[in-house]
């Protein structure tokens, strides 16, 4: 982080932090949380709100109207935004758009960005990553990939079948990795073209994930020569410069989640008496509650030293690993926490502690389960005898 | 459990098996896990079908129609039901109604009994304890009830506020705990008397729950002289014997559902290949493995300990208080495991694994937070200087 | 445990109480904690005093004067005298020969009962089972083992080298399984062989072992032709029926030693006041002793369970895995927070609970690592579909 | 960390590695351990070739020959030397001096300097701090000090009881706050001053503490009027000024400590073979090599970030809690989790690991209960709402 990035910080974070506890925080609800349209709907016009308040997506190339952060602002930025359960989708910087931009700005050819990335930097589309498919297909191990992109007259017909697509519900684009003779090649394209369906939106425990949880069959969807995303053959690779910014942006949002669901904990506890006292005074608690700003501290420490490699152009794979490891399962103590010391109120819908709980759960399974990490990190100290 | 109920139990057990695979679980499904007619519609046919399949109410009082089983038997029964996510309203163990009916079964006059227990215990009428309020009153602190109720004219007025009470939308009847000048006192009560108004259904993470939880409010609400359930002035010790083998049962039914959920998780790593072989080959999937059969297993024999006990006439505050925190934290990690297990797909709504994790979180809150419990069980210990 | 035994139980079991908090706790010191012979010496002297009060050999064969119990008696009897840091020596409980006279008895020939047996269960001799090996031998898979056993001339002829051999350090006697052309085989020796060789006591974390942890060599050990114990080429056999029962005598005797330390941290906790009150009324404090209770109310059960099935002949391949993952972490964790409770004292030799705390760590690793009890429980779970 | 620390550090460590890894690490061994003459000694010879190597002294002024480092670099440095279990007694940055020459260069009057912080600084001379007294004395609550001074004839008098004091044994000089008409006071004294007594060496589960931990009796005993550190009455202000310090010097130790146990750990389970492969190979193995390579990286973090603090010259009364609470709990798990990988040699004294592992556990002891901590930690967040 320059200088100049350094100072705008404190205001940004403070516009952020009104903009979310007096605009987009008034507009959660039970309601909304998983109803793609209302969300869709909502999207538009918070990010109008956002850009007017100057804090529209930290991240995004300023060509879109972004501020263009490096990634250790962007880590405050989303912090702060993500307090709010519609932060990220007001400032555009929820997933799976917030890598799926990434990813276009990396590789995207002139015709992409225009047609694709411009309007998704821009809020006016959506795209999803379609990745995960059904047993047995890509799951934890993306090598078992099943999807097939055939060529034949200067195009290319996908066949697959893809599930838990986050996002891909009423998506406008679709970014598909598929087997081809060459290797896994990434393909971009819109999400009109026959033979293209998304069968259900997927019921899950979590929440306010815009575009929900799709389930997609591609039949004999015949995309143009160009639709390919970067080299073909190269999608592997191209995936893992999606996959780690992805990561890590989860892991920026998660701490402000999890601090969202302390905030309302600890006035709760602060207020309720019990057994003659406030419940702030009873040891146990006050163990949750030190326990929980330890975790959010180390949180914080180990993604803001993670951003900071980015920033320098360092290889992350191995701590962005350990980051998520730590950080998922950190918030998800942090929001048991809180939803401990408030009682039945936290398991109500009537707080947001109960949607960032059920939230944060499958973190520890998303962007790689984290038995997976584990298992990746050891063989990589182990074999190259890391020191400890 | 004396001779005749063991024989018995093998059988029992069996059939229940069959019932809850065949009947109980194919209904399963997020349309109906919220929504309250649709759960009571199901709750007549399955009881319906409970009856005739001789597995109805192993509980209840012969009779009502129940097998009048002991709490030894009624554990394996009780977790056997509860494997399926509607078993226990099928059998009408579930709660609120299963220690409601208790509470009723000891206390109530006869004139009561045939009005508020027959009707519960033969499922066709449906109860609420109506205990928490909102702060500042009632919560984890019994003491500060705040639910008046004065005399007048041979008649009881209430006046009060209840909140988070499970079963409690559309229910037919009221018990309510409720401040007198002779101390606490138990009242049951039509729910169509003047003055008692449900205000909504909280919206809660939980799932599966007959008559949902309602916020109550009574005003004037102007009950006969014969409301009295029990002995004016001895309402805390009446809920004593409601409070104890209600959070045993819980014990028992949750087993039943973690159960349930490692069902699933099995399958899924037993099938499921991943970077070349069964996740079951995986040692970090072998470790969750062992370690929720430890728990279910640990889980288990503090459970039926406590059962038998209770056969025995012995006190079981401290064992069930005990049990319940062992049991509570026990069932949470094997559900917690269970979803990691089938990663996506266990956050999912098309496995069961969802809703089980969803509704044993808060088992760690009710009946006693397990802060509450901890705190009662060391000053026992501390005090009365109990040997380790 | 038949209704004899049962009668006897409560006499035994205050008789075994009796003898340790008077007799055996005030000879408990650090200065004797590792040192061989004076172990030995204090045993010679606690052995007659334990046959005096009718306690001594629980589980011994009643010709040898024990009391020839079932193991479910034994459990509690176990438990009662591992209060003491000396009470399993002095009732000729303590591992390695309580396992060992049980391996005897059921698979030495009249003469080794004669030699071997008799003055290991009368406490005039002691043996040591010599399996570990170091690397690359013998350690967590037992078909490593490097140690051989070559005929000729009637004779058998060992060599190998043996490490960390509970009790190997003065023993008298050795069982030694060896490779031999027919597979492993177990032998029994005086290990005044020529050949046989302690090479030293091997310093370890632990306390109270009986006979150290001997380092062996054998060099051209030769042996007679009846130095076989049980058939030729049986012996990983022959092991499992040490092996189940060692590691549930185990558990019986930690579950003593655990309970030791928290008897000492409830009286410390009761009397030291810091900041105003006994540190018994905070509830961190609070926290710890219920979680103690519990670890250990649950060990209890999960031990005594596994006892039973012993006692009515039952296979306990399974179940005894699972005892000794639960028992081993949570008899750690109880001597973890005793000690934490004690604070410096804790810590300090002055208190028994140092000395239990280093005891019990490696309780996790051997009897087969906790990690290679997950593995196997989870893989026969897997493989034959158990339910959970 | 200015430019010029910045540039010097990455050779200084190299040298003390090496240093650690030549010379320090061949002296370590069970027969010094404990002895309290045998490490003085040691002291003695290492301290000379720090000297020589020129990485004596990392946070001692320069007028005693040391570096004059800031924290960010002692925090290297003091990982990098503690990785020897002699390593900080060799470069004197143990405690306690580490923390009483701090307290001195502080506080002493010119004539105190020379006295007192020369020597210890130049490792001529020991001292310890004695605050710690058996119960009702001062233990986790300070206020609860017991030890007196007296004014009399210019002189005071001090009686008091101190025990577990590190260092204490053989101490040259004792530092001891005491109760005055004016408030606790400090005084810093000579321990050849009649009436002050060590009545013994404490054995504790603890090892490597150079001067041991002693019990002191201190009758009428009599100290100049200029035997006062700092200001009479202020002895509490001044004692904030060590202990903060002090406990974030024993996270930077600690992390060194664990860091050798894991190094231990990762070339043990790379050799060893069990079950056909190498124990690295195993997934249960992975995860503990990589849950301890997190709790070091998020160990680290938090300690620099602290250490950074304080060389800004800002309170870390909060920070330093959460540090001290996060670290001693992280370097406890990377212990344990590092004996459990090397199994019964972690246990032995072959390895250091038993070693570390034994004087990790008292580090959530000392310094403040990690119970006191959290509960002044919540305390303080709820009191000041501080954001989560």
Redesign the interface.
């Known amino acids: 982080m320059n200088e100049t990035h350094a100072s705008m910080l404190p205001d940004l974070k403070e516009r952020v932090r009104k903009f979310i506890d007096e605009v987009a925080i008034p507009l959660e609800g ?1 309601a909304i949380e998983r109803d793609v349209e209302a969300l869709d709907e909502i999207a538009g016009t918070l990010r109008r709100q956002a850009r007017e308040a100057g804090i529209y997506g930290p991240q995004l190339p300023k060509e879109y109207g972004g501020l263009a952060l490096p990634w250790r602002a962007c880590a405050e930025l989303f912090e702060e935004c993500a307090r709010g359960l519609l932060g990220p989708i007001a400032l555009n910087c929820a997933p799976p758009d917030q890598p799926n931009a990434l990813l276009l700005d990396l590789l995207a050819s002139p015709a992409q960005r225009e047609r694709f990335l411009g309007p998704i930097a821009r809020g006016e589309k959506r795209a999803c990553f379609a990745m ?1 498919e059904p ?2 297909g890509a ?3 993306p ?2 990939l099943k999807t097939t992109a055939r060529r034949g007259n200067g195009k290319w017909v996908l066949d697959g079948h893809k ?2 697509i986050s996002g891909g519900v009423k998506a406008d684009i679709a970014i598909v990795p598929a087997q081809t003779e060459e290797g896994v090649t990434l393909f971009v394209f819109d999400t009109a073209t026959p033979g293209y369906r998304v069968t259900r939106d ?5 929440s306010y994930q815009i575009g929900g ?1 799709a389930e997609i069959v591609m039949e004999a969807c015949e995309l143009p020569g160009d639709a390919v995303l970067g080299t073909v053959g190269q999608g592997f690779e191209h995936i893992q410069l999606r996959l780690e910014p992805a990561r890590l942006s989860h892991c920026m949002r998660f701490i402000g989640r ?2 969202r669901a ?2 309302i904990a ?1 006035r709760y ?8 006292a406030p419940l ?1 005074e ?13 975790d ?3 949180s914080r ?2 993604t803001h ?1 993670c951003a900071q490699l980015m920033d320098e152009g360092k290889s992350v794979k191995h ?1 962005s690993s ?1 980051t998520k ?2 950080v998922s399962e950190a918030v998800g103590r ?1 929001a ?1 926490r809180a ?2 010391m408030c ?8 707080e947001a502690i ?1 949607a960032i ?2 939230e944060a ?2 973190f ?3 962007d790689g ?3 997976v ?3 990746a ?3 990589r ?2 074999h190259r ?4």
């Open positions: 039970t995960t047993a047995p799951g934890s191990d090598s078992m599930k838990f997927i019921a899950m425990a979590t949880h999890a601090r302390m905030e600890q506890v602060s207020q309720r008496v019990s057994f003659g702030a009873l040891q146990q608690v006050q163990a949750m509650v030190a326990d929980s700003h330890i959010l501290h180390a420490l180990i030293h701590y350990m490891v730590f942090v048991d939803m401990q009682g039945a109120l936290g398991v109500s819908e009537d109960s709980w059920r759960r499958p520890r399974i998303y389960a984290n038995e990490h584990r298992s990190i050891a063989r100290i182990l005898n890391l020191s400890p």
